[in-house]
């Protein structure tokens, strides 16, 4: 062969190396974006269910709430009056993202609030009052245009605030306690129809046990909730090991006042199973003067790709080696510097499964920082040991919660949040269930606990190990709701409440 033959050919193999390289992620995607369903059907007429897709259970009624406030308090009173003629339990839905049936009353009434929605800011911008049915991603423009942002609140902003305070949720702010910290007072709606304020000097008792209560004391009607100054912040990255990863978050967050939000992402591949992480931290700097001031509040660029790239890892190890990959490029994607509140507002649903035939399922756990390593070994043990489809493992920082009754972060601790995909059948989700067990069992053995949201699948026994106050926590529920009127399918299971017929 010719010294110009041989030079051709490595010409052609130069040339063609970027289309090799393009053309793998690039035919990956495409098949992901060909079996990329449409959003997943309503639930059939006369039927409720969550996001799992798998807490389907007949309902007598789904009642939307009127968006106006007298008459929202007249239909939920007529509404609790009819209840109790006809004995039925009312369960309060929103965005219905938890998913072991805690918005639904099997046989009962479902509460929608989503339509109740209005909020106003005080004089100084401190404090915004806010319909339970509001979600996030309205009310973050709301704050924004008024230098403003929230103060707690989940990742997503796809959620409304009744549910969040319900739940009690918690994200990527540093060095907060979860969202019931920030909540100056609600008003609630109870069981005898009687509209009561709650506070922590006002109702005392009651406002620890409806914040993160699941909607067993009653109805929360608005909150008032602390905010804070929206802000520019500047992104740094590490890569760690993951059994390293206490240690280099503190090194990077211990003393640092300007870091505002941080959150580490762990590898999933099958490769290195859990054995690396990406931390990520957002610290606070100069925003330009006015007029540029911050920039305007959009969503983060190219959602979907991003979804594409999340749900090409579903059951794909090259699609999770993608995403590994390409974490940092796609974070970056669209510039290095972010106003809080442009990095709150992203919808879940650039992200969920729309997939008929499977689900998306989180679990989440909390442990002490000093226990992270250890249990980390464990669920890289137990995940593959049943087979289990991990597509996402977030960590996160989460103060000591001193202010609910059913509390789960009774320490500082780490969250870990784990998304699992597997198939809507019984024998799936049962197969899932003996894995949680054991997860759970890992984190209790760690000094930690798990996450009450999710899909009910631990025992009797774990949930009291878990939540020692958990029969105190339903005594006090019977106290002020005797008739037991407001009930789920959560409290059913563990609580001991009626399954009404």
């Given at each position: 062969?010719?010294?110009?033959?041989?030079?051709?050919?490595?010409?052609?193999?130069?040339?063609?190396?970027?289309?090799?390289?393009?053309?793998?992620?690039?035919?990956?995607?495409?098949?992901?974006?060909?079996?990329?369903?449409?959003?997943?059907?309503?639930?059939?007429?006369?039927?409720?269910?969550?996001?799992?897709?798998?807490?389907?259970?007949?309902?007598?009624?789904?009642?939307?709430?009127?968006?106006?406030?007298?008459?929202?308090?007249?239909?939920?009173?007529?509404?609790?009056?009819?209840?109790?003629?006809?004995?039925?339990?009312?369960?309060?839905?929103?965005?219905?993202?938890?998913?072991?049936?805690?918005?639904?009353?099997?046989?009962?009434?479902?509460?929608?609030?989503?339509?109740?929605?209005?909020?106003?800011?005080?004089?100084?911008?401190?404090?915004?009052?806010?319909?339970?049915?509001?979600?996030?991603?309205?009310?973050?423009?709301?704050?924004?245009?008024?230098?403003?942002?929230?103060?707690?609140?989940?990742?997503?902003?796809?959620?409304?605030?009744?549910?969040?305070?319900?739940?009690?949720?918690?994200?990527?702010?540093?060095?907060?306690?979860?969202?019931?910290?920030?909540?100056?007072?609600?008003?609630?709606?109870?069981?005898?129809?009687?509209?009561?304020?709650?506070?922590?000097?006002?109702?005392?008792?009651?406002?620890?046990?409806?914040?993160?209560?699941?909607?067993?004391?009653?109805?929360?009607?608005?909150?008032?909730?602390e905010t804070v100054p929206n802000e520019l912040y500047r992104r740094e990255e590490r890569r760690v090991r993951a059994d390293a990863f206490a240690a280099a978050f503190d090194s990077l967050t211990r003393d640092s006042p300007d870091v505002a939000l941080a959150y580490g992402r762990v590898r999933v591949t099958r490769r290195r199973f859990l054995q690396d992480a990406i931390i990520t931290v957002m610290r606070r700097v100069a925003a330009?003067?006015?007029?540029?001031?911050?920039?305007?509040?959009?969503?983060?660029?190219?959602?979907?790709?991003?979804?594409?790239?999340?749900?090409?890892?579903?059951?794909?190890?090259?699609?999770?080696?993608?995403?590994?990959?390409?974490?940092?490029?796609?974070?970056?994607?669209?510039?290095?510097?972010?106003?809080?509140?442009?990095?709150?507002?992203?919808?879940?649903?650039?992200?969920?499964?729309?997939?008929?035939?499977?689900?998306?399922?989180?679990?989440?756990?909390?442990?002490?920082?000093?226990?992270?390593?250890?249990?980390?070994?464990?669920?890289?043990?137990?995940?593959?040991?049943?087979?289990?489809?991990?597509?996402?493992?977030?960590?996160?920082?989460?103060?000591?919660?001193?202010?609910?009754?059913?509390?789960?972060?009774?320490?500082?601790?780490?969250?870990?949040?784990?998304?699992?995909?597997?198939?809507?059948?019984?024998?799936?989700?049962?197969?899932?269930?003996?894995?949680?067990?054991?997860?759970?069992?890992?984190?209790?053995?760690?000094?930690?606990?798990?996450?009450?949201?999710?899909?009910?699948?631990?025992?009797?026994?774990?949930?009291?190990?878990?939540?020692?106050?958990?029969?105190?926590?339903?005594?006090?529920?019977?106290?002020?709701?005797?008739?037991?009127?407001?009930?789920?399918?959560?409290?059913?299971?563990?609580?001991?409440?009626?399954?009404?017929?």
């Amino acid at each position: 062969m010719t010294a110009r033959r041989i030079l051709r050919w490595v010409l052609v193999v130069v040339a063609a190396l970027p289309l090799v390289a393009i053309g793998r992620p690039a035919l990956h995607l495409w098949r992901v974006a060909r079996g990329d369903h449409v959003a997943p059907a309503a639930p059939a007429p006369g039927t409720a269910d969550d996001v799992s897709r798998m807490s389907t259970a007949a309902v007598a009624e789904v009642v939307p709430v009127p968006a106006e406030s007298a008459a929202a308090e007249r239909v939920l009173a007529e509404l609790l009056a009819r209840a109790r003629r006809e004995r039925l339990g009312v369960a309060i839905a929103g965005a219905r993202h938890s998913m072991g049936g805690h918005t639904i009353a099997p046989r009962g009434i479902v509460l929608d609030m989503r339509p109740y929605a209005g909020m106003a800011l005080n004089a100084d911008g401190t404090v915004l009052t806010v319909g339970a049915g509001a979600r996030w991603t309205a009310i973050l423009p709301f704050l924004d245009a008024r230098g403003r942002s929230v103060a707690v609140m989940q990742s997503f902003s796809s959620f409304t605030v009744g549910g969040t305070l319900s739940v009690n949720a918690h994200g990527q702010q540093f060095g907060r306690p979860p969202v019931a910290s920030t909540v100056r007072a609600i008003r609630l709606l109870r069981a005898d129809g009687s509209i009561i304020r709650c506070s922590p000097t006002e109702n005392a008792e009651l406002f620890r046990l409806v914040l993160g209560g699941y909607g067993l004391f009653g109805v929360i009607l608005d909150a008032e909730l602390e905010t804070v100054p929206n802000e520019l912040y500047r992104r740094e990255e590490r890569r760690v090991r993951a059994d390293a990863f206490a240690a280099a978050f503190d090194s990077l967050t211990r003393d640092s006042p300007d870091v505002a939000l941080a959150y580490g992402r762990v590898r999933v591949t099958r490769r290195r199973f859990l054995q690396d992480a990406i931390i990520t931290v957002m610290r606070r700097v100069a925003a330009p003067p006015p007029p540029a001031g911050l920039p305007a509040l959009e969503p983060l660029p190219s959602p979907r790709l991003r979804r594409l790239v999340f749900r090409g890892s579903a059951g794909n190890d090259y699609g999770k080696r993608l995403r590994w990959n390409a974490e940092r490029w796609l974070t970056r994607f669209g510039g290095s510097t972010f106003s809080r509140n442009r990095l709150l507002h992203i919808g879940v649903e650039d992200y969920e499964s729309h997939a008929p035939d499977s689900t998306d399922v989180l679990q989440e756990y909390f442990v002490p920082p000093d226990s992270l390593a250890r249990f980390l070994a464990r669920v890289r043990d137990i995940v593959p040991r049943h087979g289990a489809d991990l597509i996402n493992l977030t960590i996160r920082d989460v103060r000591r919660d001193t202010i609910t009754f059913l509390a789960f972060a009774r320490g500082d601790v780490f969250a870990l949040v784990l998304d699992f995909v597997h198939a809507r059948t019984a024998a799936a989700d049962s197969a899932i269930a003996a894995m949680t067990r054991e997860l759970i069992d890992a984190a209790l053995a760690a000094g930690g606990t798990y996450y009450l949201p999710y899909r009910l699948q631990a025992t009797d026994e774990q949930l009291r190990r878990a939540y020692p106050m958990a029969d105190e926590f339903f005594r006090l529920k019977r106290r002020y709701d005797p008739e037991e009127r407001f009930t789920n399918m959560f409290y059913v299971r563990y609580g001991g409440g009626r399954a009404r017929r």
